[in-house]
């Protein structure tokens, strides 16, 4: 068995449904069933999805639009200072892009604010206000943030400056006080979407402004909307579209040169590129610097400029992954040490020197790692603050449970996934309190188990470059509209190997019916270890064509495997034992010795998982159910091994079966063999054995062993007497046959255990092992 590491759930669709759209719409049952699963489950919804000519809402049907439309109107025409006030992350840093070149186009004086992440912490705050103010800015226009400013509105009219507020993160139960607040999920919003991300807010702002779409930043529109995970549906799914395409195409000497220092064709560009190249790229630079940087590199004209700011991204992107790397290991630390899963159903930890800017990325390794809501944070003695950034799983709503302790969070704001915020360090212990004990009274022990959401539970058959190519119709994927996960269930493996410099990631074909299909997992290459050949595996993953040397073929993406039945693994002939004990799980395994002499070479710290058994009723008490069983030596019988697993169903059988010497390969003695002996005794009268049975086994070809051995046997039959080495055929003795020698059955029968479990093919022990274990399921299922 192998168990995966995730709960793996198929989604169910009704029959009728996935037939009306498979034929209505002539797809697939696996992409009906995909569009079913995503809501769209009639046929007008799904077409539409699929080839509708998708429209943008009306901007003005966001609260607010027509007096910040007038106000920036006003502004632009009287050449008043505007300031936009931006966030440092890739949502942010897009926001405020979006906005500059809107208004820089309408021939506004503005510029842009983005506060730094370490001095000033996230959102709108007093000084950078107050030095606003100071420079004569007259209106301030928040992107990606605001929503929870409450002070900083209150100060803004003191001051005089109009605000305006653009965000689309959680309203709180207080709104700021300010001119106008534009944000979808305002509680009296009427706008058909309520999903858009900080971009997407800023951008039907440009939308109201120049009075039509501006295609030209869909470009900018899609990257802030892909990375803040966004639902890609609607509006959103729109955005994302045509801003991929225009990405493709784009003349922007920021994107190129970014692009370009990453190693990306532009023509290859897909989500992908935006969650795995743009975004953190951008991301780094507020994280470990000032996020201006990222902006002036989306503004500017520049191209040697673009190609500095590119290539000085980057360095920062890898920085960043080297701090990330050295904080998880600290984190992980201090978690199996002072904070166990065990008893913390919310991991909250922190500690002085942890970069506040990537603690976010730290809380979701976390998440990934130990399946708890985390916050990680890192503290400032000096000030007596700590800064955090949290993520949460399915079932724990950050937001609304972080809203709970609203009295000890002076500043935190977010989603139900994923939230920021400051508290006093004095403060940390109470809120660990607070929020592991709402998290016990809503999540159950099985919610700590992760869930992997499968669309479709498919054959190798139907996987082929059309069928592919049809889901490419559900791109891009997303939030809400996830690439499509596929169960592969109970397949053959035809081949099975590690690959990669450290050979770390598994590469492996599965056949099904004659069909076969290359699959790849990367960072799973261990599973080799755990896999044996004769078994058929369950795979889940995400399909794609894999194109090399212009040729193309269906493959999966692996992301999680099982094996459902018992396993065996064959490691005969192997010279020592402990070659092989780090390939075996050490939940629920022990090792079987059947001879006394064994438990000896075995090292010492495996004394208590060793098991000594010497008959059959020590075989009958033990219990294999589930077991991860390694037979070291080879039993008296096999009997005993039959006993071992009667009505039991071990999890996997080791079968390495040492034994220091072995009888298969010597002579056996056939019956023409003791024919001939006796005939010859017969002839020759007595004969010392210990002077002329060499020389009789030379002339015959056999072993002196041999002779010595049917000796005894006619010895035990009373055909003979042996006396000092002399040996005598007795003339009178009884007809017998040579199966009533004691030494000739257990000559016989170490042969066939030999034979049956030593020198057998692997095939052959495991039909063996199958019956034997398949005969005590049958029994099993009789008794219930």
Not at 77 to 84: F, M, V
Not at 175 to 193: G, N, Q, R, T
Not at 220 to 248: F, H, M, P, Q
Not at 492 to 505: A, L
Request: charged share 25%; aromatic share 8%.
């Amino acid at each position: 068995m192998l168990k995966s590491k995730t709960r793996w759930i198929v989604r169910e669709s009704e029959d009728q449904l996935v037939k009306t759209l498979e034929n209505e719409l002539k797809i697939t049952p696996l992409v009906a069933s995909l569009l079913i699963n995503r809501g769209l489950d009639t046929v007008d919804s799904a077409r539409y999805f699929l080839f509708g000519k998708e429209q943008f809402h009306d901007p003005y049907l966001l609260k607010g639009m027509d007096l910040a439309v007038t106000r920036i109107r006003e502004a632009i025409d009287n050449q008043e200072p505007i300031l936009i006030f931006g966030d440092y992350d890739a949502d942010g840093v897009s926001s405020t892009t979006v906005l500059m070149v809107t208004l820089k186009e309408l021939g506004a004086n503005v510029q842009f604010y983005i506060p730094n992440r370490f001095t000033e912490g996230y959102g709108p705050n007093e000084p950078a206000f107050r030095s606003a103010a100071e420079n004569g800015v007259k209106l301030i226009i928040t992107v990606d943030t605001g929503i929870s400013a409450i002070n900083e509105a209150t100060l803004a009219k003191e001051l005089g400056l109009d605000l305006i507020i653009t965000d689309h993160h959680e309203p709180g139960p207080v709104l700021p006080e300010a001119l106008a607040i534009i944000h979808p999920k305002l509680p009296d919003s009427i706008y058909p979407f309520r999903e858009l991300a900080g971009v997407g807010v800023a951008f039907k702002l440009a939308h109201a402004l120049y009075g039509e779409v501006p295609e030209h930043l869909l470009e900018i529109a899609v990257i802030g909307t892909i990375a803040d995970l966004v639902s890609l549906k609607d509006e959103n799914r729109l955005i994302a579209k045509k801003g991929l395409e225009k990405l493709k195409v784009t003349k922007n000497k920021g994107l190129k040169a970014i692009l370009k220092v990453a190693g990306v064709a532009q023509q290859n560009i897909n989500e992908e590129t935006i969650g795995f190249t743009l975004a953190p790229r951008i991301n780094a630079v507020g994280r470990l610097e000032n996020a201006d940087m990222a902006v002036e590199l989306l503004l500017t004209d520049d191209p040697l400029e673009a190609q500095s700011l590119a290539k000085e991204m980057d360095e920062l992107n890898k920085t960043r992954q080297s701090i990330v790397n050295s904080i998880t290991l600290e984190a992980i630390e201090e978690v199996e040490k002072n904070y166990p899963i065990d008893s913390n159903s919310v991991l909250i930890i922190g500690k002085e020197g942890w970069n506040a800017g990537v603690i976010g990325i730290v809380a979701s390794r976390l998440v990934e790692k130990f399946y708890r809501p985390t916050i990680v944070l890192s503290f400032d003695h000096e000030k007596g603050l700590a800064k955090g950034s949290a993520r949460s799983i399915a079932g724990f709503d950050l937001f609304k449970n972080l809203s709970e302790c609203r009295d000890i969070l002076p500043h935190f704001g977010g989603h139900p996934m994923a939230a920021g915020m400051t508290l006093n360090i004095e403060d940390v212990s109470n809120l660990r309190v607070r929020l592991n004990t709402l998290a016990n009274e809503q999540l159950t022990k099985d919610d700590f188990v992760p869930i992997t959401l499968l669309d479709h539970q498919i054959k190798v058959e139907e996987i082929s470059l059309s069928s592919l190519d049809e889901l490419n119709l559900l791109a891009p994927f997303g939030m809400d509209n996830p690439k499509p996960k596929v169960l592969i269930s109970n397949v053959q493996v035809s081949t099975m190997r590690k690959i990669g410099s450290e050979q770390n990631h598994l590469k492996v074909m599965v056949n099904e019916n004659g069909i076969s299909l290359d699959g790849i997992g990367f960072g799973l290459g261990q599973l080799v270890d755990h896999i044996s050949p004769a078994s058929k595996i369950s795979i889940i993953g995400e399909l794609a064509v894999n194109e090399w040397n212009n040729i193309r073929k269906p493959q999966i993406f692996i992301q999680d495997v099982s094996v459902d039945s018992w396993q065996l693994f064959d490691h005969r002939g192997v010279k020592r034992i402990h070659s092989m004990v780090n390939t075996i799980p050490n939940q629920n395994r022990k090792y079987i010795i059947f001879n006394r002499e064994q438990l000896d070479k075995l090292d010492p710290a495996l004394t208590s998982e060793v098991l000594l058994i010497q008959d059959e009723a020590e075989a009958k008490a033990f219990d294999s159910h589930q077991a991860n069983v390694v037979l070291v030596d080879l039993p008296p019988s096999k009997d005993i091994l039959c006993h071992l697993f009667n009505g039991k169903q071990p999890a996997r059988i080791y079968a390495y079966f040492h034994k220091e010497s072995s009888d298969f390969f010597s002579t056996i003695p056939t019956r023409d063999h003791f024919k001939w002996f006796y005939a010859f005794l017969l002839k020759k009268g007595p004969l010392d054995l210990g002077r002329y049975g060499d020389e009789i086994a030379k002339h015959r070809g056999w072993s002196t062993e041999t002779v010595t051995f049917m000796s005894k046997v006619f010895s035990e039959l009373e055909f003979v007497t042996i006396n000092n080495g002399f040996i005598t055929l007795n003339k009178q003795s009884q007809k017998r046959d040579l199966t009533d020698s004691v030494t000739y059955q257990t000559k016989q029968a170490q042969y066939a255990l030999e034979r049956d479990l030593l020198f057998s093919s692997f095939q052959q022990l495991k039909s063996w092992f199958d019956q034997v274990i398949e005969e005590s399921v049958i029994i099993e299922e009789a008794i219930k």
